[in-house]
């Protein structure tokens, strides 16, 4: 299993297809597709409420890049957000991953994280379940009754200065 420090989009929609095609993640019928979006906020206007879009939050496992030192850094914290809706038969994920600036450079630029197939696909299961949940009224399944990996272990303190995700006040909060 390799683990990527590159931000790589065609990845996770390689996945999303694979879990939604495949596995049948979704099998109601609908289309569904994967959008990236580097600018929204977990906020949603009562205007895109009233058109069905739902906001998921994710804290997922990666790896950092810094491209000027070229360090690299893992963390646990790393934030995914997801903005979701279904309407007529179409579905529409838009998702925000946010960045982690380098201790080392203090440059102010955050760096997209790369992940883990397994995190990848453990990220669009919960994803997918919340969808089941709130656009085709299933019950969610408990996996562990949080969103966090079970094989993450917290070594270092989490340096919020450095967290885009922080700087927005949506770092890895619980929304189950």
Not at 144 to 157: L, R
Request: aromatic share 14%; net charge neutral.
């Amino acid at each position: 299993m390799s683990r990527s420090t590159v931000w790589t989009p065609g990845f996770w929609l390689d996945i999303f297809d694979e879990l939604l095609y495949d596995d049948n993640q979704l099998d109601y019928g609908d289309v569904w597709c994967l959008n990236f979006n580097y600018t929204q906020t977990d906020e949603v206007t009562k205007e895109q409420r009233k058109k069905g879009w739902k906001v998921y939050s994710h804290c997922a496992y990666g790896h950092f890049q810094c491209g000027v030192c070229r360090k690299t850094w893992p963390s646990a914290r790393v934030v995914l957000l997801f903005r979701y809706r279904l309407r007529n038969g179409r579905g529409t994920v838009i998702m925000r991953p946010f960045g982690q600036a380098c201790r080392r450079c203090q440059d102010g630029e955050f760096y997209l994280p790369g992940f883990t197939q397994k995190e990848v696909e453990h990220a669009l299961v919960r994803l997918f379940s919340k969808i089941r949940k709130n656009c085709y009224r299933e019950e969610e399944e408990n996996e562990d009754g949080s969103s966090a990996s079970s094989t993450k272990v917290w070594t270092k303190p989490h340096e919020k200065s450095l967290c885009e995700a922080c700087r927005l006040g949506i770092c890895c909060q619980e929304d189950d």
